[in-house]
Nanobody, 128 residues
Framework: QVQLVESGGGLVQAGGSLRLSCAASGRTFSRDTMGWFRQAPGKEREFVAAIVRISDTSYYADSVKGRFAISRDNAKNTVLLQMNSLKPEDTAVYYC?????????????????????WGQGTQVTVSS
């Protein structure tokens, strides 16, 4: 059974940092593209970051570029999202996702429809 489990969320003041972790099981995700998405109350889910299979090329939403960094630890089958300089508008439930198919370009990696597996999410709250 394939599972993605996020951790590391919490409450932090604006300007602070958090590191989210996504632990994968049931599949070797080092061969897959991994992404982070978020959904704030009353808003649609939006793309945050992705790290591409094999090449480890990364993509970021403009709203987080320069503040967030995605990485993977293949030995631990884990994907990380380092979030710095957090803002109140970063408050959301953050979801980890895996895309097991070929995908090319920013638009493809930023579309949640292209991801096959999803975690349950972890809450991030940034206070002003």
């Amino acid at each position: 059974q394939v599972q993605l489990v996020e951790s590391g969320g919490g409450l932090v003041q604006a300007g602070g940092s958090l590191r989210l972790s996504c632990a994968a099981s049931g599949r070797t995700f080092s061969r897959d593209t991994m992404g982070w998405f978020r959904q704030a109350p009353g808003k649609e889910r939006e793309f945050v970051a992705a790290i591409v299979r094999i090449s480890d090329t990364s993509y970021y939403a403009d709203s987080v570029k320069g503040r967030f960094a995605i990485s993977r630890d293949n030995a631990k089958n884990t994907v990380l999202l380092q979030m710095n300089s957090l803002k109140p508008e970063d408050t959301a439930v953050y979801y980890c996702a895996a895309n097991i198919d070929y995908c090319s370009g920013y638009d493809c990696h930023a579309s949640g429809n292209n991801y096959d597996y999803w975690g349950q999410g972890t809450q991030v709250t940034v206070s002003s």
